[in-house]
């Protein structure tokens, strides 16, 4: 690549998101940033953005774009993000957005990858998902590993988490709507957006967003 690739992707939960992302920063050699983690890690390495990060969750509560951008700011600013970065998870809402435009100047974001899935599909795809809560890999209910409750690669318990329930799905994904959804339109306006078939296989999902990069010259 002859310039930084700041991609962000967005899609409801159970989109395949992490799963893309993983893929494409193995094929192009970028992070991939996960607000999730950050935020876990942060807390888990106890430094002064994850402590007041970990005050916020102990209170219930959840926290504010301020906070996850500052954190974002800390990842980018490391060495392996200098050629660009997969964002997964930011942004999520209007003001991340800005907030991540001011970050980046006038580099900003190169594109903006929606993974349309069709609501029915992710909700069956999250229902079925359990994860190993040592290494963080992802099984359905039917793979030995889920079956069993230990994770063949690391050893670790395989659980279904608490907002995978049914009736965690549809507060998420209404959080969606409400909250990220506008941001469809953000990006459109500026010319970023581009539309992907999550409702294709793995690689074939990877290919079309590798496509779309191509053809605009990202690559």
């Known amino acids: 690549m002859s310039q930084r690739l700041v991609l962000v992707v967005l899609g409801k939960q159970g989109a395949g998101k992490g799963t893309q992302c993983a893929l494409l920063s193995e094929r192009y050699g970028i992070p991939h940033v996960s607000t999730g983690d950050i935020l876990r890690a942060a807390v888990k390495a106890g430094t002064p953005v994850g402590l007041e990060v970990k005050e916020v969750l102990d209170r219930g509560e959840l926290v504010s774009d301020d906070l996850i951008m500052r954190l974002i700011e800390e990842r980018l600013e490391q060495a392996d993000a200098t050629g660009g970065a997969l964002l997964d998870g930011c942004t ?31 909700t069956e795809r999250l229902s079925s998902r ?77 290919n079309s967003i590798h496509e779309v990069l191509v053809g605009r010259g990202l690559l």
Do not use: M
Not at 142 to 163: F, L
């Open 130 to 206: 359990r994860v190993c809560q040592e290494c963080g890999s992802i099984y359905t209910d039917t793979d030995v590993s889920a079956v069993s409750g230990t994770c063949e690669k690391c050893g670790g318990d395989v659980v279904q988490r608490a907002d995978d329930t049914p009736e965690a799905i549809a507060t998420r994904l209404a959080a969606y709507e409400r909250d990220t959804r506008p941001l469809l339109d953000f990006y459109a306006e500026r010319g970023l957006l581009v539309e992907i078939d999550g409702n294709q296989d793995v690689a074939a999902v990877s």
């Open 92 to 122: 999520r809402t209007i003001g991340q957005a800005e907030a991540l435009e001011n970050l980046l100047g006038p580099e900003g974001v190169s594109l903006v990858v929606n993974i349309e899935v069709p609501t029915e599909l992710v």
